[in-house]
């Protein structure tokens, strides 16, 4: 009767080698997330004007948004900040702008649509800060997520945190600061 050969020696490489795939993989996907911070402008004067200035309140948020960005940064800090072309949105991320001696990168409305691939394929990897309105906020989440979201007029502190992985599944977080 003829022995079969033992298999073991020919499982126990393929088994390994298929973990260290496995591990590159979940190295690779946490290596290149793109994390985007989305918040929209901080509150504005009152009045009549179409672009309104910050307001003491909304300076006052704008600031607390540059020390919590700035002190809870990952090691490298924020790779990029995008702002609408609105003075309320670019006043909203200049004192965090000027703290990390970072441009702001001024989106027009007309080309607002192309934001978010932009940002995943010129940013991959990176941290980003978006600022804009109630109007293109929840549109920007969703083309980064697919997942639908909302504001109030009347909303001034909420930040949704994207993270966009390149395998696995879009995540996203709403905080208030």
Known sequence: MRRRPF?????????LFIALVAAAAWLFDARATTVVFVVRHAEVEAGNDPD?????????????????LSKARPVRGLDAIFASEYRRAHQTVTPLSETLALPVNVVPSATWAELARRITREHRGEYVLVAGNTNNIPQ?????????????ED??????VVFVPQVSKTKVVRLRY
């Open 140 to 152: 920007l989440v969703q083309e980064l997520s697919g997942e639908a979201v909302t504001l109030s």
């Open 52 to 68: 309104p200035p910050l307001s003491v309140e909304g300076r006052e948020r704008a600031a607390h948004l540059a020390t919590m």
């Open 7 to 15: 298999f073991f020696p020919l499982v126990l490489p393929v088994l």
């Open 155 to 160: 909303d001034y502190g909420t930040m949704f």
